[in-house]
């Protein structure tokens, strides 16, 4: 009986003990979670501004040229630290689908896939820029721009050589969802850089990839202080504020 008596009260104790853990458990998966997506989304943002970083440093790219290509991807392993061919972290070069070949450089990570490219002439007909903080208020349309030589802005991640005629743009999005990271990342070298939350899973792997222009403002959406509607038709926030306007200086009293 004694015996009997000691077994049940080690199994009792020990279903406690599996109950404590698992609830210490479902308390700890979440904060592992989000912590595992925070850090793959950081990394991923910072390549994806060195691609475009690289990109401006040529000023001119031809996207059918395969050694321009390797020596952006050599650029951006080395500046992200990922020097190793066989490290999980390296960045590849890939082969874009037809609708894109002759138009941009792909390249694939572990978690994430990038998508190099310029804006297309159509779109900085419309719109050269997908924000110039300062010209309209919050709310406005902003005006049809035609086709410029492109000035990069104060919030740009790097200046543009003057003899750029288009600017280049940086896509990052997820190979797959399973790996927990979903948001899309969107780098422009003379604006602001953006991303949109991918609620609607609409870039997901080699099939669903985003196009030349997508992450631009649409011209038809109204435009606010946050976020934009792009060409898309998706919903993309800055990264970034807007640089502050500077307060108007009173002549006057300065004379005193």
Known sequence: MGRLSLS?????????????????FSFWLPYATADRVFRIEDRT????????????????????????????????NKASGHTNPDSSLYLHAATPPPPLRGLCFLFEGKHYIYLLTNTPEKILGINAKIDKPGDEEPGKKPPVVPPPTVTPLVSSPVPLPEDTKFPFETYAWPKELQAGARTVFFFPSDGRPAFTRNLTDRYVGMDRTPRPGDGRMD????????????HDDERWIYKTRAPAKKPATDEKSKDG
Not at 8 to 24: E, T
Not at 223 to 228: P, R
């Open 45 to 76: 943002s910072e390549i994806a501004i060195q691609f475009t970083k690289a990109a401006v440093k040529m000023a001119e790219i031809d996207w059918k040229n395969e050694d321009v290509r390797d020596q952006i991807l050599a650029s951006v």
């Open 219 to 230: 011209i038809e959406s109204e435009k606010h202080e946050n976020d934009y509607r792009g």
């Open 8 to 24: 049940k009260v080690n199994v009792g104790n020990l279903l406690v003990l599996l109950g404590v853990g698992w609830l210490g």
